[in-house]
């Protein structure tokens, strides 16, 4: 996405967090499903983004199609995707079915230990593993591309061939073989695992000093960016003379520098400026 639909997905996904996380799989279930009957229509696309339109009447639309048959956290969803400016119809499709996927991915974060990263590792190697199946197999790949097939038959074979996986796992599958999107089910894994990453980076507290930290140093740092970011982080410490001196500390997308070298570079841009 670019333009007004990347700052649109950037406002709804940080808006929506505490839904996506309570929802979870039954949510994003719904969203899928609502995914589906938003890509069969055309028009109906455009008259959930056609900007010529207020919010209220697009809002009108989505309560007019999906008001009486999804629950009231899935309607919040829908609607605030409503409220938002979108640079391509497409775009409000993709837009939900990334929210969806970060429903199923903070399931599996609250059943993981270790924070969420466990759950989260976890849930992106039963993708990995059912993609590599699917890889190694031609028939795998025909049947589970087969136009002729129905959707359902080929969900089923994704599920079986998940074993013992994950609700969490069996959904994405499933809808990745059932909804493509234009996509081979295998690709749209990827992406999949791409949104579970960009969850778990939200665990990992990606360090930089100048020179190596003590053990000591590593657990205060630790307790301390605990109370900054209100949760336990695994760290990850890199080490680059080139800062010359104090720390720099990524969480997600939110940065904490400290550095010498960031000071210097400020003092050179007023400077200039």
């Known amino acids: 996405m670019a333009g007004a ?29 609502a ?30 199609l999906f008001g009486d048959k999804v629950s009231a956290e899935a309607l919040t969803v829908l609607n605030s ?4 400016k979108w640079s391509r119809a497409r775009d409000y499709g993709d837009a939900l079915e990334e ?5 199923v991915a903070a399931s599996a974060e609250r059943g993981g230990s270790n924070g ?10 039963e993708l990995l593993s059912f993609n590599r199946a699917v890889e190694e197999s031609h028939d795998l790949q025909r049947a589970l591309t087969d136009p002729q097939a129905p959707a359902s038959a080929k969900g089923n ?4 061939l998940l074993s013992n996986g994950s609700s969490e796992a069996r959904l994405l599958v499933r809808q990745a073989v059932e909804a493509p999107r234009g996509h081979k089910p295998v690709a749209l894994i ?24 003590t053990p000591g140093q590593q657990e205060r740092l630790a307790a301390a960016l605990k109370g900054l970011f209100g949760r336990d982080l695994t760290l990850d410490v890199a ?14 997308d939110d940065v904490v520098d400290s550095s010498l070298q960031s000071r210097l570079h400020d003092l050179q841009r007023k400077m200039a400026g």
Not at 37 to 63: H, I, N, Q, Y
Not at 116 to 125: A, F, N, Q
């Open 35 to 64: 995914l589906r009957t938003v890509d069969s229509s055309a028009p109906l696309r455009r008259s959930l983004t056609d900007p010529s339109w207020p919010v209220e009447r697009r809002t009108a639309v989505v309560g007019s």
């Open 157 to 160: 074979l994704a599920e079986r």
């Open 99 to 103: 929210l969806a996927t970060i429903a």
């Open 116 to 125: 969420g990263l466990d759950g989260l590792g976890r849930l992106s190697d």
């Open 190 to 213: 990827r992406e999949f695992v791409d949104v579970v990453a960009q969850r778990q980076k939200q665990w990992i507290a990606e360090v930089t000093v100048a020179r190596p930290l």
């Open 5 to 33: 639909s990347s700052d649109s997905l950037a406002a709804v996904r940080r808006d929506l967090d505490p839904v996506l996380v309570s929802g979870g799989v039954p949510l994003a279930s719904e969203l899928f499903s």
């Open 81 to 84: 995707l409503a409220e938002r």
């Open 239 to 252: 080490v680059d003379p080139e800062l010359v001196g104090g720390i720099r500390v990524q969480v997600g």
